[in-house]
């Protein structure tokens, strides 16, 4: 089974808050596009990805991503996150209705194809199904078949949403790199210990030389 994954991406200025203890001025922004870099091009270096669609309005990110070979969608003004995720799949299925989705956050700088396609795999067994963040409360990746609603419910706790609402959770180990975002200092730590893509290895060099 082939899918379109959907990644969505807050304005730089306005993403990864939580990191603003460690990165100041235009290093926040840098990461967050570093990590979407690499986020996007290990996706669409795994072979059940078919195409990978990036909402967001950010101007540079777009640009940066769409070179990639995402497809760029315009994210819904003052929607949020799971807003976005629903405008990204009304697109892809406007022109594709048996496309199945999967839904995939944008800060996975660690993020191994491989990985990812075990992942996908496993999902093709479930209408719908997701994957707990390593903190064990969030989600990272959330999918549906074809003709399946995604029911997007990201944000605070979302692996308990996600799992009230029927979608099956994928417990595969071994998958730490799609389980990895990075929210936090820690988070960043522990994604660079696991081994980042190029993007975010050279932001984060200029970060820590910096301290």
């Known amino acids: ?46 072979g059940p990805v078919r195409d990978v669609t990036v909402v967001t309005d950010d101007p540079l990110a777009g640009h940066e991503l769409s070179r990639l070979g995402a497809r760029i969608v315009a994210d819904p ?45 496993t999902a093709a067994a479930h209408d719908r199904a997701f994957v707990a963040d390593a903190a064990h409360m969030g989600t990272t990746l959330l999918s549906a078949l074809p003709g399946i609603s995604l029911w997007p419910a990201f944000g605070m706790a979302s692996r308990a949403r996600h799992a009230a609402s029927g979608a099956h959770e994928i417990l595969l180990g071994d998958v730490e790199s799609v389980r990895q975002d990075v929210d936090t200092e820690e988070d960043l730590r522990a994604a660079l210990a696991l081994g980042v893509g190029p993007h975010t290895r050279e932001a984060a060099a200029r970060l820590l030389m910096t301290e």
């Open 77 to 121: 003004p003052e929607g949020g996150l799971n807003a976005a995720l629903r405008q990204g799949v009304r697109e892809i299925r406007a022109d594709r209705p048996a496309a199945a989705v999967a839904a995939l956050n944008a800060d996975l700088p660690a993020l191994r194809p491989g990985e990812l396609a075990r992942v996908l795999h």
């Open 1 to 46: 089974m082939q899918w379109t994954l959907v990644v969505p991406l807050k304005p730089l200025g306005l993403a990864k808050s939580r990191l603003s203890t460690a990165a100041t001025g235009p290093q926040r922004p840098r990461l967050a596009l570093a990590f979407a870099l690499d986020t996007v091009a290990a996706a669409l270096a795994c």
